[in-house]
């Protein structure tokens, strides 16, 4: 391949974006870190077979132990730690000017804020009862999702 192809390749894969629109992706990336503590920590707690202290509140007890807190067996603290550090993986490439990573970032944050309004109801409706970690996650969700909406298209 030459030199010239090389080159167009390189150019159709990436693409140069405006400074606002770069920050946005670096904001995402670093807020994304956040909830990637926040997952990885409630996570670790369940293969310690342990539960999350919430202060004394028995609602991350009743929360991370219900029936809901699994997903064909697999945590869902698993589940978000893997679908945050995507989040931070494509918002990195997307600041970057990866097409395709913005397009898989925007699919991710909206299948996570879909999760997160069917956990959030679960929460309210099924279980009565709320867990803190939980909601922090569902508050960096809600911010990512405000970012993505916020970010300007580039036509």
């Known amino acids: 391949m030459s030199s010239q192809s090389k080159s167009r390749v390189q150019q159709s894969t990436a693409i ?3 400074r606002g629109t770069v920050i946005v992706y670096t904001m995402i990336a670093l807020v994304s870190l956040a909830g990637l503590v926040d997952a990885t920590y409630l996570f670790v707690q369940n293969l310690a077979g342990e539960t999350a202290v919430c202060g004394g509140s028995p609602d991350c007890f009743r929360v991370l132990g219900s029936v809901y807190a699994k997903i064909a067996g697999i945590p869902v603290a698993a589940i978000g ?12 490439f997307a600041a970057f ?16 804020f879909l999760s997160t309004l069917w956990f959030l109801y679960v929460q309210a409706f099924l279980l009565h009862a709320f867990c803190r970690y939980c909601l ?17 298209q580039r036509r």
Not at 81 to 92: L, M, R, S
Not at 97 to 110: D, K, N, S
Not at 136 to 152: D, E, M, N, Q, R
């Open 136 to 152: 922090f996650s569902a508050a960096i969700i809600f911010f990512l999702t405000g970012l993505i909406v916020a970010t300007p």
């Open 97 to 112: 000017g990866y097409q395709r990573a913005r397009t898989f970032l925007i699919v991710t944050v909206f299948a996570m």
């Open 16 to 18: 140069a974006l405006p």
């Open 81 to 92: 730690t893997v679908a945050y550090f995507a989040v931070f993986t494509f918002a990195t």
